[in-house]
């Protein structure tokens, strides 16, 4: 009788440790979100490749919400993405854009940076990118743009 009142009282205990651990972490992860900038994504009804990109960046801290819009061409031109960057989805992040898939290193580096620049792209669908997820060593190129549709190397992965 004895033996099972401290084998209870050492997993009650365990177990508000663990709860307790929990609770502290999430804490942490909820204010680590409220220093990072949401972000607003456009993609089409069928395309499941942004959903993963949204869902990596979650991962990564960023609050993401998703908008379904048959209108993508159009939100890429009104917003002077070039279509030669132009990748699958599209989003906006503080002052920027967000064109593709994106690595949350390259998003968090023009954060901080502040270029002065309409955004950044992963111009087409990179196998290798965040949300593509194909094992594979090729490489892809993300790039700066500007609203006369100038780009520049940014990073490469």
């Given amino acids: 009788m004895k033996k099972t009142i401290i084998y209870l009282s050492i997993i009650l205990l365990s177990s508000l440790a663990v709860w307790a651990f929990a609770k502290r ?12 900038p949401e972000v607003v ?5 069928q395309c499941t490749c942004c959903d993963r990109w949204a869902n990596y ?13 048959d209108e993508m061409i159009s939100i890429k031109e ?8 132009a990748s699958c989805h599209t989003a906006f992040i503080d002052d920027y854009i967000v064109e593709g898939h994106v690595p949350a290193e390259d998003i968090n580096k023009m954060l901080k940076d502040r270029p002065e620049a309409v955004g950044i ?4 669908m990179p196998a290798a990118s965040p ?6 060593d090729d490489t892809y190129e993300v790039r700066l743009f500007d609203k006369e549709g100038n780009s520049s190397l940014f ?3």
Avoid: C, W
């Avoid at 972490?25 to 990072?36: M, P, T």
């Avoid at 960046?57 to 819009?69: A, E, T, Y």
């Fill in 41 to 45: 994504m456009y993609k089409n009804p």
């Fill in 78 to 85: 009104t917003n002077n993405v070039p279509l030669n960057l």
């Fill in 121 to 124: 792209a992963a111009p087409g």
């Fill in 57 to 69: 960046l979650r991962k990564q801290g960023f609050p993401v919400s998703v908008n379904i819009s």
């Fill in 25 to 36: 972490s999430n804490q942490i992860n909820e204010a680590a979100n409220k220093d990072l």
């Fill in 131 to 136: 949300g593509m997820d194909i094992d594979t």
């Fill in 155 to 157: 990073a490469t992965h």
